[in-house]
């Protein structure tokens, strides 16, 4: 597949990056597949002993897995909306985030249901599910949802790599066989012609504006899940659209992460520069301002309802006792400090915009934990005479080792994928503002 100036000269610089592993990639996957092993025992020990192991009980039904669950699947989610949207609007900078929010929509979507699986007492009995499925019940159309979004999620990655694997094809790189082959099989004949030009691009178009509302809807099912139940804290309108705007929210987070953490790792300065920073850092300003509102309008109703359950929740949300520096956290460095950061131009740098992204992931992350945990401690009945370990939740280790060999696996699919993909898209590569010597280099 023959290459102009700017797409040869991109390919050139990042094609020792697909050709070589590197010692950074070997000492970081293995310390990622190390956690993966400590990951394994814990759920050797669960599926022995049963869920006795972890802090779930019979009034806090859920815990962890469920609160990583709904983050990463979001993220999947997230990544879908924002590649679509890119896509479709044509946004010339926006090409390598594209690729970014693709891999990042892939990578979510085989990790987030895992931690479902985890919840799942009887692996045995997990086929009912598909055999005798009640089609009243949201879980079930969670499923479907999730598993139509991956098929979705990977036909649109593989579209957009399409022209790259040619390019992989043809450039006589110096790695085995084996891939070599992939690298053909994947590229399915693709030539630049000017049919299969058009082919590609309205099957790109197609599948963007498919996955933008998928993404929506799936979403939407998911806090259904939660919104159609009578619990404290749960039982409201908005969270179909407060769920899709947190995803979108905590997605960004996780692009400006992965775009920072991929620009200093492959020394990509000229690629991801200041203008992708800055752009992500307005969106997350915008989105953190809207999920601010969803979130004070929810806390707000809630509190001057008075409901009895709902003002007990609302108490342990915002008890120092409980829950409150938990919400403080939250709210805080989740929402306030992301815009503050990008709305004063002295902080408004890779750095900062980076920094502000990584702390309100984790905050989004607790956000979920709030969301979850205060809710189940809550019943709508009294309950005397129990022990607190039935009321009162406390995630056990192996809870935390599947946390973070989620975690891990999530790193290693990306440290992976970008050795096996360039993170730049090099065939997309047609404007001349994307390219190192006409893009003045950003400051580090």
């Known amino acids: 597949m023959e290459l102009n100036t700017y797409q040869q000269e991109a390919f050139d610089y990042q094609r020792p990056n697909i050709e070589k592993f590197g010692k950074k990639n070997w000492f970081w996957a293995l310390f990622f597949l190390l956690w993966i092993m400590v990951g394994g025992y814990a759920l050797y020990l669960q599926i022995a002993k049963g869920h006795v192991v972890t802090g779930m009980r019979d009034n806090v039904v859920w815990g962890l897995f469920i609160v990583n669950f709904i983050f990463f699947i979001g993220l999947s989610y997230a990544g879908a909306i924002i590649a679509g949207l890119l896509h479709l609007f044509k946004v010339s900078w926006g090409k390598p985030i594209i690729r970014l929010a693709q891999m990042m929509t892939m990578i979510s979507v085989i990790v987030g249901p895992i931690f479902i699986l985890l919840c799942v007492g009887r692996f045995d009995r997990l086929h009912h599910l598909f055999i005798y499925p009640r089609i009243q019940s949201p879980l079930t159309w969670d499923v479907l949802a999730v598993l139509t979004f991956f098929v979705g999620s ?209 905050a989004l992350w607790v956000k979920r934990y709030l969301i979850i945990v205060p809710t189940l401690e809550t019943p709508a009945l009294p309950m005397q005479d129990t022990r607190m370990e039935y009321v009162k939740y406390a995630a056990t280790w192996p809870e935390w080792a599947l946390t973070f060999a989620g975690i891990a696996t999530f790193l290693l699919f990306f440290t992976l994928m970008s050795k096996f993909i360039t993170v730049v898209p090099v065939s997309e590569l047609e404007d001349t503002s994307h390219h190192p010597h006409h893009e003045p280099a950003a400051k580090k």
């Not at 593989?158 to 790695?175: E, P, Q, T």
């Not at 070599?180 to 790109?204: D, E, N, T, W």
């Not at 991801?272 to 979130?295: Q, S």
């Open 154 to 362: 990977a036909i649109f990655l593989y579209m957009s790599l399409v022209k790259d694997f040619a390019v992989y094809r043809d450039a006589k790189l110096n790695i085995p066989k084996w891939r070599q082959k992939v690298y053909k099989f994947m590229a399915i004949g693709y030539r630049g012609a000017a049919s299969q030009k058009r082919h590609l691009i309205i099957s790109q178009n197609l599948l963007a504006i498919i996955m933008i509302p998928l993404s929506i809807i799936v979403s939407s099912i998911l806090s259904w899940i939660f919104g159609m139940t009578l619990r404290p804290g749960w039982h409201s309108t908005i969270f179909g659209p407060y769920f899709v705007l947190g995803a979108l929210y905590s997605g960004c987070g996780v692009l400006i992460v992965a775009m920072w953490v991929y620009r200093k790792m492959y020394k990509l300065e000229n690629y991801f520069t200041n203008k992708h920073f800055t752009n992500l850092g307005y969106g997350m300003m915008v989105l953190a301002a809207a999920y601010g509102y969803f979130t004070f309008s929810e806390y707000f109703t809630d509190w001057f309802g008075s409901a009895k359950w709902d003002s007990e929740v609302i108490n342990k949300l915002f008890s120092p006792a409980d829950y409150g520096w938990w919400s403080l956290f939250a709210n805080f460095v989740g929402i306030l400090v992301p815009i503050i950061i990008v709305a004063i131009p002295k902080t408004r740098k890779p750095g900062w915009i980076t920094l502000a992204a990584f702390f309100m992931v984790i």
